[in-house]
């Protein structure tokens, strides 16, 4: 299940009347959380965990996800009201996990009020909002994190160290199956749901922008797309194609990665031994002429590196926090957030011309 659209629009109902809880501490970063639908929860839980970093309030539109809070969280304030906690002076950081099609209003509410944003993927729904919300954040000096929360796992962190250090050798192929069986949104189809985390994890594993994608999909059930497959062409060859299907009747998300020199299987549910390396190929030797072309195969040795185990929202969100204290430049940044709309809205507009191929 994609973790986006589980978020409720918390912008409707009148703020809770009960005073907000006192400023802690010098040094504590204090966090609002806009949504506590699915992803929500798992937000406030990490953040409540987290030494120098206190969750103020909880903001939702739905009274059974207010109770939730404070079944869980009797100390933190809870509101109904996304404004009261974006303009709380109370707040540093506001962590805004709704459905996609909130993300641009609410991020540009708590960056015009001077608040960090952590916004749920995907960035916006649009390219021009995501630049729209740079711009700003840029202007404000503030920091905007879009959670990529994949390129934390230890899985992606290993794949990466590998690729860095010229293990696979040149990069042929990235191909990814990400399917299961609903659950369906009603705001956005399939490649927006699902899509966003394959294309974070080729943006950061690749080292190249990509050219041009293809896409092509099919509505059947409730009028969005809910099966699809992207296929994107980077510089020196490299190719990627992500399947995302809401049709699937098995769950399936596995990643083949094909190198000149070894290649790589990710099967992230696996109980264990998630990336498994691959010690065969190709190796191709050309004698008196482009005619005499002689293939010869390698199988080798498997494998299984020992991988991270930390949970990936919980080191994502220290990330966070020290990017807002230190200021480096995040790797899954608003930049990295746009870049990924793009090829998502790239994506969209190829499926509506049947496979058309688009330039990026």
């Given amino acids: 299940m994609s973790k986006d659209n589980e978020g409720s629009v918390a912008v409707l109902e009148q703020p809770a009347q009960r005073p907000a809880p006192p400023r802690k501490q010098n040094g504590t970063v204090k966090f609002g959380v806009v949504g506590y639908g699915y992803w929500g929860p798992n937000i406030v839980r990490n953040l409540q965990s987290m030494s120098g970093v206190e969750t103020t309030a ?82 404000k000096n503030l920091k905007i994190m879009v959670d990529h929360t994949f390129l934390f796992t230890g899985a992606v962190k290993k794949i ?44 950061y594993l690749i080292d190249r922008r990509p050219e041009a994608l293809v896409a092509t999909g099919e509505k059947h059930l409730n009028g969005l797309e809910d099966v699809a497959f992207i296929t994107i062409y980077f510089p020196d060859n490299i190719i990627a194609h992500v399947n995302v299907n809401w049709l699937s009747p098995v769950k399936v998300r596995t990643t083949l990665i094909g190198g000149e020199k070894k290649m790589l299987v990710w099967n992230d549910l696996a109980p264990d031994e998630k990336v498994k390396v691959y010690d065969k190929g190709v190796d191709v030797n050309t004698h008196e002429g482009v005619y005499n072309l002689l293939v010869n195969y390698r199988s080798g040795d498997m494998w299984a590196p020992q991988l991270e185990q930390a949970e990936a929202l919980r080191h994502e969100l220290t990330y966070f926090i020290n990017c807002i204290a230190d200021g480096p430049v995040a790797i899954n940044d608003a930049a990295a957030g746009l870049r990924v709309v793009r090829l998502l809205e790239a994506a969209g507009k190829s499926v509506r011309k049947k496979g058309a191929l688009v330039y990026l």
């Fill in 58 to 139: 909880v903001c939702d539109v739905s009274s059974a996800a207010r109770q939730r809070v404070h079944k869980n969280h009797p100390q933190i304030y809870v509101t109904a009201d996304a404004s009261e906690v974006i303009a709380s002076p109370e707040i540093d950081a506001v962590a805004i996990v709704t459905p996609v099609w909130t993300h641009f209003d609410l991020a540009k509410a708590a960056l015009e009020s001077g608040k960090h944003v952590f916004v749920e993927k995907p960035f916006t729904s649009k390219v021009a909002q995501a630049e729209e919300l740079i711009e700003l954040a840029e202007r």
């Fill in 160 to 203: 990466k160290q590998l690729l860095q250090e010229g293990l696979l050798g040149r990069l042929y192929y990235y191909d990814s199956t990400r399917v299961n069986l609903g659950l369906f949104q009603h705001d956005v189809n399939v490649i927006w749901d699902l899509a966003p985390h394959d294309l974070s994890i080729l943006d």
